[in-house]
């Protein structure tokens, strides 16, 4: 064979490979587009619901571009016991975002820096509370709430939420603060700090992000839980137990609307964290 | 107070509240299942739903969607991660987009869905559209139990795989490069590397992920109310219905031993199947 067929066959198998290397590449692209668009569609399409007309709304057959008509949110709003039902979501979130941030943090620290007997002990309670269906225990606390005083309170369901929450708040902030260094706090105490000040002037301010992250998180675990909120109020509903409680009788105005309504805060937030969604779920194979 | 204290004192609160809304329902719970309406120990409870003509049905319908689910997104996820660790641009746009169903409650979800394939909805309007169909067709009815179970598996693999997602991304992120560099070099092609380095070395993360969301799958609920109403019962739903229309608390607490069964003993039909010995983690 002389050189130059050599060099034609190379270029040949080179060409081949190429070629292939372009089908992979486009079919790469065309796979990803293709899960994107199968996320991003039907929230867009509940969006052009939730922005049309009442008579597009209930109307046949459907556009598949908004109209941008404020008529169903309007109608949604003053809908008998919306605002209601909103404002509770967000008492509800609130919190449940300071009791497990107000309890979680602490633990969180004490994993982090401190070697305990017990600690393990700790940790498989925490991660316990993960291979349980945890909004079942809203059953039994419907009846103990009954008893205490705590039935129909938004505080009463945020305590269940905050028990959702709070095994992610320890984490989340055990990580977080496993990740500042701890001689940063051996030189506060050495220029005279206790160890309270040192946490509140040297580690709050680095760990602020990250639990603002954890926060955030819990509040979007209660405005998205529905089985507890739904069993444990009645005449304080949060949004998702009024929707769940009024389904069969709420307009397609109402769902439209209100499925809006729960799904932007929550995509808003988690656009917040989303550089902490995996610190979480990366100690959690540990 | 010396530092030995700390811990204990930080760690105090989250323990008392976990012991008071955790441990004490969780017994509570068991109680409130195996205890007769006149307040003695007894069966009556799982007598009254065993019973009950929807308590089978739920049943199956709930296993039945988690084995069609389950195995379903855990594919996607593990497609979908290696899709992902082999993007270079885009990444951080394309996994974030890919998660924003975490943030999506099931209620919602389903709302999202029951837009799309509602009576008037956007599938209909482009069946109409293209001429297969001459008008508004209901296909979520009781004449059609294949089709409200095929919406609500859609639904949920729509909204639930990012969970898995995430867990499988991060799990993957744990495995050393140097492993796949060996492989290469001893001729693995891709597919053999998937096989035999990558998902061995996931198994952790596969059981986590695979614990999760088989608890979830069985908490399924509101998605079930939406697309499927009362035609497709399914446990969760049924306990909401004893605890909030029959004001039957002891059958609810039936439910939910039931429901917490099937979650012990899936949880361990994992712990056992995908063990990994500690020395061999990475």
């Known amino acids: ?29 065309s796979g990803t587009a293709f899960m994107v668009s199968w996320i991003v569609f039907p929230i867009y399409l509940l969006v052009v619901s939730a922005l049309s007309s009442a008579e597009v709304v209930n109307g046949w057959p459907k556009a598949f571009v908004p109209e941008f008509d404020m008529e169903t949110m309007a109608f949604f709003m003053n809908y008998y016991g919306v605002l209601d039902a909103l404002k509770n979501s967000l008492i509800a979130a609130v919190f449940t975002m300071v009791i497990s941030i107000g309890l979680g943090t602490p633990a969180g620290y004490a994993l982090a820096r401190f070697e305990f007997r017990g600690k393990n002990t700790f940790r498989l309670l925490i991660l316990l509370t993960r291979a349980f269906p945890m909004p079942l225990l809203a059953l039994p606390l419907a009846v103990i ?13 945020s305590l269940v939420h905050a028990a959702l929450a709070l095994p992610f708040a320890v984490l989340i902030t055990s990580s977080l603060f496993m990740g500042i260094p701890v001689e940063l706090e051996e030189a506060a105490w050495v220029l005279g700090c206790n160890r309270w000040q040192a946490f509140v002037k040297v580690v709050m301010p680095l760990a602020l992000p990250g ?14 839980e529905v089985f507890a909120a739904a069993v444990l109020t009645i005449n304080n509903q949060t949004l998702t137990a009024f929707l769940v409680q009024s389904l069969s009788s709420s307009p397609a105005e109402v769902k439209f609307a209100g499925g809006l309504i729960l799904i932007v805060p929550a995509i808003l937030f988690l656009f917040v964290v989303r550089k902490y969604l995996f610190s979480m779920w990366g100690i959690a194979n540990r | 107070m010396n530092s030995k204290t700390y ?18 329902p969780f017994i509570e719970v068991f109680l409130q299942a195996f205890t007769t309406s006149d307040g003695e120990l007894g069966l009556a409870n799982f007598d009254t739903i065993f019973n009950d003509f ?14 069609v689910v389950v195995p379903t997104q855990l594919c996607m996820a593990v497609g979908m991660s290696l899709m992902i660790s082999k993007m270079k641009k885009g990444r951080d746009t394309v996994l974030y987009i890919w998660t924003i169903p975490l943030g999506i409650s099931d209620l919602a979800a389903g709302i999202v869905w029951l837009a799309l394939l509602d009576q008037n909805g956007f599938l209909n309007s482009f069946l109409f559209s293209v001429g297969i169909i001459d008008g508004p067709e209901s296909w979520l009815n009781y004449n059609n139990p294949v089709a409200i179970f095929a919406a609500i598996v859609f639904a949920e693999i729509w909204r639930a795989t990012a969970i898995l997602l995430v867990i499988i991304v991060s799990g993957i992120g744990l495995i050393p490069k140097e492993y796949y560099e060996a492989a290469e070099i001893f001729g693995a092609n891709a597919w053999v590397r ?18 999760l969301r088989t608890l979830l799958a069985f908490e399924v609920f509101a998605v079930v109310m939406l697309l499927g109403g009362t035609n497709m ?3 969760m739903g049924e306990a909401f219905n004893w605890a909030f229309e029959y004001r039957d608390a002891g059958a609810a ?5 039931v429901i917490l069964g099937l979650s012990i003993v899936f949880t361990l039909f994992y712990l056992k199947v995908l063990h990994v010995p500690k020395e061999a983690q990475v």
Do not use: C, H
């Open chain 1, 1 to 29: 064979m002389s050189q130059f067929e050599q060099d034609a066959l190379l270029e040949k198998e080179m060409l081949a490979a190429n070629k292939r290397k372009k089908a992979w590449r486009w079919l790469f692209i």
């Open chain 1, 145 to 157: 709430f009954i008893n205490i005083g705590l039935d129909d309170t938004l505080f009463g369901l």
């Open chain 1, 211 to 224: 639990l603002t992250a954890s926060a955030v998180f819990a509040f979007v675990i209660s405005w998205n």
């Open chain 2, 7 to 24: 811990p204990y004192l930080l760690i105090a609160p989250s323990i008392l509240f976990l012991l008071a809304f955790f441990i004490y």
């Open chain 2, 54 to 67: 929807n308590f089978l049905p739920s049943l199956s319908n709930t296993l039945i969607l988690a084995l």
């Open chain 2, 194 to 211: 998937l096989w035999k380095v990558t998902l061995p070395l996931l198994r952790p993360s596969l059981q986590t992920a695979l614990i």
């Open chain 2, 233 to 235: 019962p399914v446990l």
């Open chain 2, 253 to 257: 607490a039936a439910y939910a031993v």
